[in-house]
């Protein structure tokens, strides 16, 4: 150190022989290394920040404090609860009240009277005051305990209920994207189209067309309106084609192939009618009443198309409006459990319009998205069906003006023809804006959908193509047109 001071030192040491210099010098260069050490910690404490730690007693008390803070925190969030106070609090209370008027009366009487012998007597009612106050804060607190165990309990049911909501509604989610899966696996319209077109007319037509350049004569001509007049397609309609590709083969010489294309272009023109796919637009709520004959495949379709809307997120709820068979409304059940829709089903024998009425009265009030009404197809009594339908239909309106926004006609595409006349008696009857064409997938009578469209000009919306739920898909001229007759 001192060879290190008199290394920096400015001044040199001074010579050895003056004894009062060395002295000197030596404490000057202890005052600067003092000064020296005191600067160094100084910058050092200045970067180092305040020192901020607590005296003891103040960490003592923190840490106290920190878990009556963290209680008051707990207990800021959690509900007001105020309980009656107890048999034991109340009975408390009245003995303090009584204790402390007996002490005013006797101080009264003391103050009154000046007597001395009172003196013994108010010492002890107040003493019997302070006993009953002591005696009342137990149970004051007892009672603030069990406001707060009530105030948790409360919480902890509330949290349970807003879990149990959670997985209700992630439950659905997945119960949604499953029906949509569900619903985009099933038989496409070509598949459920192959019989029509491997054995019905089409394979006939398929015949005539296949003459290549040849060109098409009146006996070309006569073949096509032999093969469309035993077609499923209606008189009518098939006389209509016939005169079209007669008109077209005058104006200019077709081949085979071309009059293909003219029966196809035409067919496409007949059946491209705007339908309804969206399962609603009206209401809310939406509200379709489906009629058809006993066996056509109305509940079958019904189930359907709620599995369909619940996929795309609606509420449905369905309405077993065929009263007249104890199986029809359990048939419904069963569907509606499958996809996820609400029920109103009446007693057997019962009413249908008023369960229909109580049906939509409800999908109001729980403001469902989509309302489908099933209905007999069949009466075991002397009832008129179509009356029974029309009351309906007016019951509806009645429930929700402007109701029923769709009124949709299921038909067995098996009855060919007949479904045809089928169409018209119920369009007659109570108005239908589309048409459901089941069991295409078990018939070669496809082409009654052409029929159907050029009679009614109502659309053909849906298709029924298997039994599975995913088996009813929307149905789209040109999907149609492409299946019949696209190779
Ligand atoms: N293959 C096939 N079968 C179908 C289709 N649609 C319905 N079905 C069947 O047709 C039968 C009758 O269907 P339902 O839905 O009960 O017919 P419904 O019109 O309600 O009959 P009722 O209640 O008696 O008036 C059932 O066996 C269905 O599985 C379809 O598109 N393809
Ligand atoms: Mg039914």
């Known amino acids: ?61 923190s840490q106290e404090l920190q878990p009556r803070l963290e209680q008051k925190q707990t207990e800021n969030l959690l509900p007001k609860v105020e309980l009656p106070p107890s048999e034991q609090e109340a009975k408390k209370r009245a003995e303090l009240e009584a204790a402390r008027q007996k002490t005013a009366e006797l101080e009264a009487q003391r103050k009154a009277t000046g007597d001395a012998k009172l003196k013994e007597d108010l010492e002890a009612a107040k003493k019997d005051a302070y006993r009953a106050e002591k005696a009342l804060e137990v149970e004051e607190k007892e009672r603030k305990k069990r406001e707060r165990e009530e105030a948790e309990r409360l919480v902890e049911e509330e949290k349970k209920r807003k879990i149990a909501e959670l997985e209700r509604l992630e439950a659905e989610k997945k119960a949604a994207e499953q029906r949509k899966v569900d619903a985009e696996a099933g038989q496409t319209l070509a598949a459920g189209l192959s019989k029509t077109k491997k054995e019905g007319f089409m394979a006939r037509l398929a015949g005539l067309f296949g003459g290549g350049a040849k060109p098409v004569d009146e006996s070309v001509l006569a073949e096509l309106e032999e093969v469309l007049f035993t077609a499923d397609i209606g008189v009518k309609t098939a006389s209509a084609l016939v005169e079209h590709a007669r008109e077209k083969a005058k104006s200019k010489s077709l081949g085979s192939a071309e009059l293909k294309g003219v029966i196809r272009e035409e067919v496409r ?76 089903k009446g007693k057997e024998e019962s009413d249908p319009a008023s369960v229909v009425f109580d049906a939509v009265k409800k999908g109001v009030e729980a403001k469902v998205d989509l309302v489908i009404a099933d209905t007999a197809g069949r009466l075991h009594t002397k009832l008129n069906l179509m009356e029974e339908l029309k009351k309906v239909r007016r019951v509806i309106d009645k429930a929700l003006p402007g109701a029923p926004h769709e009124v949709l006609l299921v038909l067995d595409s098996t009855n060919g023809q007949n479904a045809i006349m089928q169409a018209r008696q119920f369009h007659d009857a109570v108005g239908v804006t589309s048409i459901a064409l089941t069991k295409l997938d078990g018939t070669a009578k496809g082409g009654v959908i052409i029929g159907i469209c050029d009679e009614l000009k109502v659309p053909v919306a849906w298709a029924g193509v298997g039994e599975k739920v995913a088996d009813l898909r929307p149905f789209e001229p040109k999907e149609f047109v492409e299946a019949l007759f696209d190779d």
Do not use: Y
């Open 269 to 344: 023109r007949i059946v491209t009618l705007s339908a309804n796919h969206k399962l609603g637009g009206g209401g809310p709520p939406h509200v379709i009443m489906v009629v058809g004959v006993n066996g056509a495949g109305k509940t079958t379709t019904i189930g359907k198309l709620a599995a369909k809307a619940k996929a795309d997120g609606k509420k449905v709820l369905l309405a077993a409006g065929d009263t007249f068979r104890a199986a029809a409304a359990e048939q419904l059940d069963v569907w509606a459990e499958r996809a996820g829709a609400e029920l109103v």
């Open 1 to 61: 150190m001192w060879l290190l001071l008199a290394d920096i030192s400015p001044v040199p040491p001074p010579a050895a022989e003056s004894d009062l210099g060395a002295l000197l010098w030596g404490g000057g260069c202890l005052l600067v290394a003092i000064f020296m050490v005191w600067l160094v910690r100084r910058s050092l404490r200045a970067r180092r920040g305040p020192d901020v730690t607590p005296p003891p007693q103040l960490q003592k008390d």
